[in-house]
């Protein structure tokens, strides 16, 4: 027993040290690095001297990172629980889809996951276009009959891009929720059709019980994924410093202004956010659903 116990351990520790290796080499230890140079005035590539918390202190009396902080958040409460709101409630109408019309529809709204970014950016550019964007037509009403260019406007800029983020990102939230709704038995339908209960009754006390882990994980992988805002702010904006967020300060701190050491301090608090917020949320989450 004890030789196969010993044997079981060495071969589990040889399946586990390529990962082991590549995520100290790729993630541990490039994480200590950027929280030394956070304590430092080192341009992004060289020495520097030693500044204490310096880095952290500046970041707090900087408006431009009070804004980027306060934009991500904002982006993060359009787009996150609008998302998984849409995706769980477009799932539910999937699934009662069969045959080839439920694979028709699922590839319709997972379509627009696998397009990079850059073609995302240019469909919704031109949908959104001031001269002949569709999109105006439904915008000029709402604004006394005259266009107006949205990606110019920092009050619509967030909640275009948002809107633009939620539609890039339905189709993997929705095959989740899909999967998830799969799962549940039919029989546990059938037997509460027996008990008399109605499609409201049946999603509320079974559906939403059983589906909330998966809403739990939707929830928390959209969470993470909104906060690391970047690439559609940088590639919109047209106005940087209005419509700044936290990815794109350490990008112009660290890799336009070569600042390194700021940039790695906006570093390591956008990490410390990112988990404090993401562990919370699903430890609230779960709490929530077990009760």
């Not at 909330?212 to 919109?236: A, G, M, N, R």
Request: glycine share 6%; charged share 15%; with cysteine.
């Amino acid at each position: 027993m004890i030789r196969r116990s010993r044997s079981d351990s060495l071969t589990a520790a040889v399946l586990m040290a390529p990962f082991v290796v590549i995520y100290v080499i790729f993630f541990v230890y490039p994480t200590i690095k950027m929280v030394e140079l956070s304590f430092t005035n080192a341009p992004l590539i060289g020495p520097g001297k030693w500044v204490g918390l310096d880095n952290y202190f500046r970041l707090a009396s900087d408006r431009l990172f009070s804004t980027a902080v306060w934009n991500t958040i904002y982006f993060v409460v359009l787009s996150v629980p609008t998302g998984t709101l849409l995706a769980l409630l477009i799932a539910l109408g999937v699934t009662r889809l069969k045959g080839w019309l439920q694979s028709l529809v699922l590839a319709a709204f997972f379509l627009p996951y696998i397009l990079p970014v850059s073609v995302v950016i240019r469909i919704w550019g031109w949908m959104f276009d001031k001269d002949f964007g569709v999109a105006q037509y439904l915008i000029a009403p709402l604004n006394d009959g005259q266009r107006i260019s949205v990606f110019r406007t920092v009050p619509l800029f967030m909640p275009a891009v948002a809107s633009i983020t939620v539609w890039w990102c339905l189709g993997f939230s929705l095959l989740l929720f899909v999967a998830g709704l799969r799962n549940i038995s039919n029989e546990i339908y059938e037997a509460a059709e027996l008990d008399g209960a109605g499609r409201w009754d049946q999603f509320r006390r079974i559906t939403w019980p059983l589906i909330w882990p998966v809403t739990v994980l939707v929830f928390t992988i959209q969470f993470i994924l909104q906060l690391k805002i970047f690439d559609q702010v940088y590639l919109l904006s047209s106005r940087p410093d209005a419509n700044m967020v936290m990815v794109y300060y350490v990008f112009r701190e660290a890799f336009q202004l070569n600042r390194g050491g700021l940039g790695a301090a906006s570093a390591v608090v956008l990490f410390v956010v990112i988990a404090v917020l993401s562990v919370l949320q699903f430890q609230l989450l779960r709490a929530r659903g077990q009760r």
